[in-house]
């Protein structure tokens, strides 16, 4: 085989992938020319989709003015300006911004964060922390070990703190039997998530964390009816704080600023990431409440965190203007109507699908799950590697759209996530459509099916 030229550690280290040199609204264009439409946004980032005018305008105005100073001396503009506009507004109670780089780092914040809480309250015998099986909350080592996905743990299962234990997703296609009721299946993961507190010891336990859509790893599950209530219900009742990690799913990828606003619930403390900043910029950030952060101000005064990164004035300005965009053009309004839009175009194309199980999500948030057989929700062989192929497949189509494999539990399954651009023309979501269904047609037919 031979060496690749490139110096840089892609992800497969036998294969350089094609140079980005271009983008264009929902387009990304290689130096061969190559355009490709981007339907996931990467992975669920690009929200405004790439080079957006504003966007590009308001990092250069900062970049001009000021690109970095330490939050260890100072504040910024733009990251005072962002945190008004995000939780200015106390949205479900969230009245505090923590920013960092990412996805993973806001979910370490977020652990962190209601650990201390429960040292400076008087109870630091609360460190363990219930998650779900299937999800997954980032790739550094305490976001690894929230997480359920048991491909990604594995190799690094030595080095997981113990301090994590998992329970049933909400993951009704998979989890429900097939003789009960959508309140049945509630009734027994919220019964199951008591029988964990009960083993843990409900004073033991600081929180639990979710995702309020499951993204990466089990393709858009949304939770059913009344799943959230019973898990806030539980958490209050044993004094427990409720985490959401909403880095994929927030930030108006379901049509809703926040994913739990659909829930009916709000959490204690909330990752956000992806759709903050849009790509422009990396940024993430850990969302929390007056209680928490009174608390800390009251007990030692400082959360025991940080990264040179923090609120870098560059990532704050871009994604201040980012989210300015989404709100000055109602674009939630627009990731509803073309959630509905994908939504039916999926069904039209898939519906009748001998190997398509089943068609989820929410907003510009939508997977299809790839089976087999379609009456015993079997998956494919993992061997063929029906995700890679039909990554392979629509990119030679000119789509970038996101396939995932271990759908069902980190190692059988195979599903394809769609996280269009909120910017995207109704002529786009059916062009997405129709390319990933050649797709998914030639990577079946090229495993014999
Ligand atoms: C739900 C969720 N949490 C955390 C992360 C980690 O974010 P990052 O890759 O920015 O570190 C991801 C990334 O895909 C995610 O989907």
């Not at 049945?184 to 010891?201: H, K, N, T, Y």
């Not at 009742?237 to 809703?256: Q, S, Y």
């Not at 939508?366 to 993992?382: G, I, N, S, W, Y």
Request: charged share 25%.
């Amino acid at each position: 085989m031979s060496t690749p030229k490139s110096r840089v550690m892609h992800r497969s280290l036998r294969a350089t992938p094609p140079k980005a040199v271009g983008g264009e609204g929902v387009w990304l264009i290689a130096e061969n020319g190559h355009r490709v439409l981007d339907a996931s946004g990467g992975a669920a980032v690009s929200c405004l989709g790439h080079q957006h005018p504003r966007v590009l305008a308001a990092m250069e105005k900062q970049a001009a003015k000021l690109a970095y100073a330490h939050t260890g001396f100072f504040t910024s503009e733009p990251a005072e300006e962002l945190a008004e506009r995000l939780v200015g507004h106390e949205p479900g109670g969230l009245a505090y911004v923590y920013y960092v780089s990412g996805g993973s780092e806001a979910v370490e914040a977020s652990i962190k964060i209601a650990r201390q809480y429960f040292i400076e309250r008087g109870e630091p015998q609360r460190a363990h922390f219930i998650a779900r099986r299937q999800s997954y909350h980032g790739n550094t080592l305490g976001a690894l070990a929230a997480g359920g996905n048991a491909w990604r743990r594995e190799p690094y299962a030595p080095l997981l703190s113990g301090a994590f234990s998992h329970v049933t997703p909400a993951f009704a296609y998979h989890e429900k039997r097939d003789d009960e009721s959508e309140a049945g299946f509630v009734g027994r993961l919220a019964a199951e998530l008591e029988a964990e507190f009960q083993r843990l010891g409900p004073d033991k336990v600081a929180a639990f964390i979710a995702e309020p859509v499951v993204g990466a790893t089990a393709g858009c599950v949304t939770a059913p009816e009344g799943y959230f209530r019973a898990v806030r219900d539980i958490c209050n009742r044993h004094g427990a704080l409720l985490i959401l990690d909403e880095v994929m799913c927030g930030m108006g990828r379901t049509g809703t600023l926040h994913a739990w606003e659909q829930e009916g619930i709000a959490p204690d403390i909330q990752a956000i990431a992806k759709g903050l900043g849009g790509g422009y910029q990396p940024i993430g950030a850990m969302l929390t409440t007056r209680r928490v952060v009174d608390t800390i101000r009251d007990g030692s005064g400082a959360f025991q965190h940080g990264h040179t990164y923090l609120g870098h004035p560059m990532a704050c300005a871009a994604s201040l203007e980012v989210q300015k965009i989404i709100a000055e053009e109602h674009l939630l309004d627009r990731v509803k109507e073309l959630g509905v839009r994908l939504e039916r175009r999926l069904t039209e194309r898939f519906g009748n699908h001998r190997h398509v199980g089943d068609i989820r999500g929410r907003g510009l948030f939508q997977a299809v799950e790839l089976v087999a057989d379609r009456a015993t929700r079997k998956p494919f062989d993992p061997a063929l590697k029906l995700h890679a192929r039909i990554k392979t497949e629509a990119f030679a189509r000119g789509l970038a759209c996101y396939p995932m494999g271990g759908t069902v539990d980190g190692r059988i399954g195979d599903h394809v996530v769609l996280a269009p651009p909120y910017i995207c023309s109704d002529g786009d979501i059916d062009m997405i459509v129709d390319r990933l269904g050649q797709a998914v047609d030639v990577a079946l037919k090229s495993v014999g099916h």
